[in-house]
């Protein structure tokens, strides 16, 4: 099945009880155990709509099994738990969402875990590599930069040197960027965002093979971030439609970087779709589709960000990204506020930068409200 008939079918059951086409809602929280071949229960991650959900992200991403939780640090946290021990090296991608930044800077340590955060290039992450190493973990497309890094290389060093070697893999979404089939062990989601992409819903989601997923789940099991059979059912919901939203997306955001790129008020955007983008041959082999996410940053001599910001009338400043209507941050006041400003100035996060989450609306429309946005 290809990949919109995955969204529609893979997993979905019909309603034994009535022939309804879609999977019921099964919102008990106890399971008879009797004669039952395991115990079900929310927190072992395996009732009937958290497996169905499960079932479809797997076919998705060619994984073996999965774990969904109630939010992407949720499953970010648990994965990372789960193969580091106190005295363990983990090589972190520096470039990354702010939370798992935070996360990694500010608990590791007090976990007994040593860290190096590194540049995304194949040779920085082979160098921070040590015999320690535990976890190599990396973000492409990253945020908010849009860096992108090569799967393939970052996977062959961890199989070479026997790391487990993990992506968050949040902005490509399972439609355009397939990372296991890369060699890589486990992909994590923020379902937050593509996954569930209408902005009502938070979940997280770690998928992989079956030896690694077992792993996780053991820890993830005492963690305790599971997800409800009503807000499972709204993501299975969700899913149907990400194919086609995804292309949508892809499209849309293409047609925007284009128009930003040649503005004359803005001095730099980051698309892995722009063939300017210092990694677009990469982004070209490892991506079926540059996906709905771009950053820019405008002249500031000329416009200043928050007039931008405050004059967009349909575009709307939020925080978050990956739903149907276009929205934009400042990854500096949101994203990323929990660094301080020599961790941001480190990053290349500056204050002017914008970080666009393109929905599906018209092109035409997105355009023209940021071209008026943008006048002087
Ligand atoms: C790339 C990426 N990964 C992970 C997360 C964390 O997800 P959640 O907010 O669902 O915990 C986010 C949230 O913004 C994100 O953008």
Not at 117 to 133: L, M, Y
Not at 201 to 218: H, N, V
Not at 221 to 226: A, I, K, Q, R, T
Request: net charge neutral; hydrophobic share 40%; proline share 4%.
């Amino acid at each position: 099945m290809q990949k919109n008939t995955q969204c529609v079918h893979s997993g979905s059951r019909i309603d034994p009880a009535t022939g309804g086409l879609n999977t019921p809602v099964y919102p008990s929280s106890a399971f008879r155990y009797l004669d039952m071949a395991e115990n079900v229960y929310p927190r072992y991650y395996n009732t009937p709509n958290q497996k169905t959900v499960v079932e479809k992200l797997c076919d998705l991403e060619g994984a073996e099994g999965g774990i969904l939780f109630s939010s992407g640090m949720a499953a970010i946290s648990a994965m990372m738990l789960a193969f580091l021990n106190s005295g363990d090296h983990a090589v972190i991608q520096k470039d990354i969402y702010g939370g798992t930044h935070h996360f990694v800077s500010a608990d590791f340590k007090r976990f007994g875990i040593e860290f190096t955060f590194t540049g995304n290039s194949t040779q920085e992450i082979e160098a921070a590599v040590r015999p320690d190493t535990r976890l190599i973990y990396i973000e492409t497309p990253s945020n908010p930069l849009l860096m992108i890094t090569d799967i393939q290389a970052a996977a062959d060093i961890g199989r070479r040197r026997g790391i487990v070697t993990a992506i968050d893999n949040t902005f490509a979404s399972p439609i355009n960027q397939n990372p296991l089939g890369l060699g890589i062990d486990v992909v994590i989601h923020s379902g937050t965002k593509y996954i569930g992409g209408h902005s009502d819903l938070c979940c997280g989601a770690a998928l992989g093979r079956a030896k690694e997923i077992t792993r996780i789940k053991r820890t993830a099991v005492n963690l305790g971030g599971s997800l409800n059979a009503l807000t499972c059912y709204l993501l299975e919901r969700s899913l149907k439609t990400l194919a086609v939203r995804v292309e949508r997306q892809n499209a849309n955001a293409m047609a925007i970087a284009e128009f930003l790129a040649r503005h004359p008020f803005v001095r730099r955007v980051n698309y892995p779709g722009l063939e300017s983008h210092p990694a677009h041959a990469i982004a070209r082999r490892q991506m079926w589709g540059f996906g709905g996410m771009l950053s820019f940053e405008v002249d500031e001599r000329q416009v200043t960000c928050d007039r931008f910001l405050r004059r967009l009338k349909m575009v709307t400043p939020a925080l978050s990204l990956g739903g149907v209507e276009t929205i934009i941050c400042a990854p500096a006041a949101t994203s990323h506020a929990k660094l301080t400003p020599a961790e941001r100035a480190q990053l290349g996060i500056s204050e002017g930068l914008l970080r666009l989450s393109v929905g599906i609306e018209d092109a035409e429309d997105i355009l023209s409200d940021i071209a008026q946005a943008l006048s002087r």
